[in-house]
């Protein structure tokens, strides 16, 4: 990850060129091939997970697909599991998601169309990446630190059961990519997480459930100065709001990877194509890289394009 900010850093100055180049072509009527101020848009329906709507990222890209395929993109924010659901009854033509089990039983269900990228086609198109972070309060009761994630769950579990009124975690509850980190971080910690977390941590007072969003959950455990599993974009997106500070940071078991799939029961399979080949393409995998860096210091994503940093 050392080696990626670099590149990053390199790139800033001309993302900033770029994001006022694209402003001023959203902004100019005729600027942009495809659009057509006077004809109707075609209307693409996307389901994606709150992360990415919570970071502002999607208020970033939306209006530059709009204006270069001439759409009105309308989009639902909600976790991974609601969003192929709405996939698999056609209530959107596709779905941007970041739970790699989940978004695999949906590809077997037979629930997709393939994609084209750069000639070759695949039900599963990745875009986008960042890291999983665990934050807590700073006092840190349960003694957390360093990049093993599952050594981390272990002292929450073992410091709420100790003492619930020290040692607390809010957990989604919410079906997402990021409860299914959760799970999957809980069961490597060797925790059956029906018994011993829902059912026992919620029973001893330790563990609870927000059934909400990325952001809500942090303003949740924010007041409760409990712990929790975010990804680092949104945690970074509301961490002027928060004392939360991040705990455990690192390791290859916390990558977090965006992809986009379309929906075989959608209705607008062409357009939803074209937000493929959208958030693949070169000039806004370059903004996806520099997003958040003039605010934030860093970026929210990392690019998928391995031109621009590709994974670690």
């Not at 091939?33 to 994606?48: D, Q």
């Not at 007072?205 to 809500?216: N, R």
């Not at 070169?282 to 210091?297: K, R, S, T």
Request: proline share 5%; aromatic share 10%; glycine share 12%.
């Amino acid at each position: 990850m050392k080696g990626i900010l670099p590149k990053i850093a390199s790139i800033v100055v001309v993302v900033l060129a770029l994001t006022l180049l694209v402003t001023i072509l959203v902004t100019v009527p005729g600027c942009v091939p495809g659009g057509n101020e006077t004809g109707n848009r075609t209307i693409l329906k996307l389901a994606t997970t709150t992360s990415l709507h919570d970071t502002g990222l999607w208020d970033y890209l939306e209006p530059i697909f709009e204006e270069r395929y001439n759409a009105d993109l309308q989009i639902k924010a909600v976790g991974t599991g609601n969003a192929l659901t709405y996939g698999k009854n056609g209530d959107v033509d596709v779905v941007a998601v970041h739970d790699p089990a989940q978004e695999a039983a949906f590809i077997a269900g037979n629930y997709s169309l393939n994609a084209t990228v750069n000639n070759t086609s695949a039900a599963r198109v990745t875009w986008a990446y960042n890291y999983f972070i665990i934050v807590g309060p700073a006092s840190n009761p349960a003694v957390i630190s360093g990049g093993n994630a599952t050594a981390a769950f272990q002292k929450i579990h073992d410091g709420g059961v100790a003492n619930s009124t020290l040692v607390e975690f809010v957990g989604r509850g919410d079906n997402s990519g990021t409860q299914g980190k959760e799970k999957a971080l809980w069961a490597a910690a060797g925790y059956n997480y029906t018994r011993d977390i829902e059912e026992n941590g919620t029973a001893q007072g330790w563990y609870f459930e927000t059934g909400q969003g990325m952001g809500a959950t942090l303003t949740v455990a924010n007041e409760k100065l409990a712990y929790t599993l975010t990804d680092k974009g949104t945690y970074l997106a509301y961490a002027g709001n928060l004392t939360l500070v991040p705990l455990v940071d690192t390791g290859a078991n916390l990558i977090n990877i965006y992809s986009v799939i379309i929906c075989k029961n959608g209705v607008q399979p062409g357009m939803a194509q074209n937000l493929v080949t959208f958030l693949r393409s070169p000039d806004i995998q370059a903004l996806i890289a520099g997003f958040g860096v003039p605010e934030y210091g860093q970026p929210l994503f990392y690019p998928w394009d391995p031109d621009i940093c590709g994974l670690p």
